[in-house]
Nanobody, 126 residues
Framework: QVQLVESGGGSVQAGGSLRLSCAAS????????MAWFRQAPGKAREGVAA????????GYSDSVKGRFTISRDNAKNTLSLHMNRLKPEDTAMYFC???????????????????WGQGTQVTVSS
């Protein structure tokens, strides 16, 4: 049974930091590129950070580049997102996802991911 379980969300003031984690099980984690997505109420799901199967290649949306860092530990089947200098517009439900295609280094498109977690809420107050 495939499982992706996010943790680490919470409430923080603008300028603060949070670290999200995602624990994967039920599939060969090291064979999948991974990504973090977020979705705010009334908005489309947005890819914010992605990482290749070996962790060497990463990609970020313009809205988080320079503030967020994605990493993975294939020995522990975990994915992390370090979020610094948080802004109120970062408020959203954050999801980790596993990629579906072996032909890509990574992707920020929701349609290119086939396993999803339930999400963890991040709230940034001004």
């Amino acid at each position: 049974q495939v499982q992706l379980v996010e943790s680490g969300g919470g409430s923080v003031q603008a300028g603060g930091s949070l670290r999200l984690s995602c624990a994967a099980s039920g599939f060969t984690y090291s064979h999948h590129y991974m990504a973090w997505f977020r979705q705010a109420p009334g908005k489309a799901r947005e890819g914010v950070a992605a990482i290749s199967v070996n962790g060497v290649r990463t990609g970020y949306s313009d809205s988080v580049k320079g503030r967020f860092t994605i990493s993975r530990d294939n020995a522990k089947n975990t994915l992390s997102l370090h979020m610094n200098r948080l802004k109120p517009e970062d408020t959203a439900m954050y999801f980790c996802a596993a990629g579906r295609s072996s032909g890509l280094w990574w992707s920020l498109k929701p349609t290119m991911h086939n396993y999803w977690g339930q999400g963890t809420q991040v709230t940034v107050s001004s």
